[in-house]
């Protein structure tokens, strides 16, 4: 089984750019998240997809973030206009109906 | 306002002797708790998971304790290995459709040779 890829694994942009990531998930998990570890702190939240719709986006952080999932495949995280503190290793996880969660690699984004 | 945390960044043990990893929350109505391990430049991967309703779980050479009254939660590795070494992290979660988890900050668990 292919497990949840994401890429790029790294970007550096500059303050004021757009980045896109990507995931694309296991096949046939319907749940799909986006976690973001800052600066080593804790592995943080940010959205629940169920198929292609948003359960949850209460831990976006503002509105310069926009997530979407085409056909309930796989899906993206732009960043518009990224700020400094926008830098992290954002994650993306797949879940099948219980606790079986499997992460992606992770995207490093540095933002300066 | 963090609800799970990991007050040790980091944890140097002996091979073959115990790691001993703790974890605390705040939030009694979690319901099911989880140890990931992370190498660099990977995705955290599972490791073993509790529910509320137990007190131990094992599975192999890892143990999670879980004390409800405490909020307390600790993962023992024995006998540790060198390829123990990785960032450990805590999380929880509450049961139902969502179960998104909330993360401790991690433990840098460094097991020498």
């Known amino acids: 089984e292919a497990g949840v890829t994401q890429f790029p694994s790294h970007s550096v942009i500059e303050k004021g750019q757009t980045v896109t990531l990507r995931c694309d998930p296991i096949s046939g998990h319907d749940n799909l998240y986006w976690y973001r570890r800052v600066m080593g702190k804790e592995i943080k939240f940010l959205l629940h997809?169920?198929?292609?719709?948003?359960?949850?986006e209460s831990g976006m952080p503002n509105n310069r973030f926009l997530a979407e999932r085409t056909g309930g495949t796989y899906s993206t995280l732009k960043v518009q206009p990224a700020e400094l503190e926008d830098s992290g290793v954002y994650f993306c996880?797949?879940?099948?109906?219980?606790?079986?969660?499997?992460f992606g690699s992770g995207t490093r984004l540095t933002v300066v | 306002d963090q609800q799970v945390k990991q007050n040790s960044p980091s944890l140097s043990v002996q091979e073959g002797r115990i790691s001993i990893l703790n974890c605390d929350y705040t939030n009694s109505m979690f319901d099911y708790f989880l140890w990931y391990k992370k190498y660099p430049a990977e995705g955290p991967t599972f490791l073993i998971s509790i529910s509320s309703i137990k007190d131990k779980n094992e599975d192999g050479r890892f143990t999670v304790f879980l004390n409800k009254s405490a909020k307390h939660l600790s993962l023992h590795i024995v006998p540790s290995q060198p390829g123990d070494s990785a960032v450990y992290f805590c999380a929880a979660s509450f049961s139902g459709s969502a179960r998104q988890l909330t993360f401790g900050s991690g433990t840098q668990l460094t097991v020498l040779p």
């Open positions: 996880a797949t879940r099948d109906s219980g606790y079986g969660y499997t």
């Open positions: 997809f169920v198929k292609e719709s948003k359960q949850d």
